[in-house]
């Protein structure tokens, strides 16, 4: 099945709106935007303050648009030397849409899977050398 953008954007849409509850959903978004970006479906408009900047005072946010979504992911120094900074609009919404949860995910997951660890050889434990020494206790009966 082919996935558009449009379902991509409402994917991240739904992803977004549950990350609050699930951490690692955020994770799942960022892989997605940034694949997005890289293919040049989506772009990055420019910054905005955080609204809720956590521990920090101030934080920079990089706006994303994908589709007519618009979504934050955090800045990096390339992204404040290069983008604006725009004035933050609470008026601007994302368009409504629905979507299972479970659905979102497995879109997001089939797009942009998790990279797979590289694999590990395993390698059988060193064998310890047997204790050789004047002890019955430690060796056993001497034969």
Same mark, same amino acid.
């Given at each position: %099945?082919?996935?558009?953008?449009?379902?991509? @954007?409402?994917?991240?849409?739904?992803? &977004? /709106?549950?990350? /609050?509850?699930?951490?690692?959903?955020?994770? %799942?978004?960022?892989?997605?935007?940034?694949?997005?970006?890289?293919?040049?479906?989506?772009?990055?408009?420019?910054?905005?303050?955080? +609204?809720?900047?956590?521990?920090?005072?101030?934080?920079?946010?990089?706006?994303?648009?994908?589709?007519?979504?618009?979504?934050?992911?955090?800045s #990096?120094?390339?992204?404040?030397? #290069?983008? &604006?900074?725009?004035?933050?609009? @609470?008026?601007?919404?994302?368009?409504?849409?629905? %979507? +299972?949860?479970?659905?979102?995910k497995?879109?997001?997951?089939?797009?942009?899977?998790?990279?797979?660890? +590289?694999?590990?050889?395993?390698?059988?434990?060193?064998?310890?050398?047997?204790?050789?020494?004047?002890? #019955?206790?430690? &060796?056993?009966?001497?034969?």
């Amino acid at each position: %099945m082919k996935t558009t953008t449009q379902d991509l @954007a409402i994917a991240i849409y739904i992803i &977004n /709106k549950h990350a /609050k509850n699930a951490p690692a959903l955020y994770e %799942m978004k960022q892989r997605a935007i940034e694949k997005l970006l890289k293919q040049g479906k989506a772009q990055k408009v420019g910054l905005n303050y955080s +609204p809720n900047p956590g521990k920090a005072l101030q934080r920079l946010d990089v706006l994303v648009q994908v589709e007519d979504y618009l979504f934050h992911l955090p800045s #990096t120094k390339e992204d404040r030397k #290069t983008l &604006n900074i725009l004035e933050y609009e @609470a008026q601007i919404r994302n368009p409504k849409a629905s %979507m +299972p949860l479970k659905r979102a995910k497995q879109i997001l997951e089939a797009y942009s899977p998790l990279p797979k660890p +590289p694999a590990v050889k395993h390698s059988r434990p060193k064998q310890r050398p047997k204790y050789i020494g004047i002890s #019955t206790y430690l &060796n056993g009966p001497r034969k």
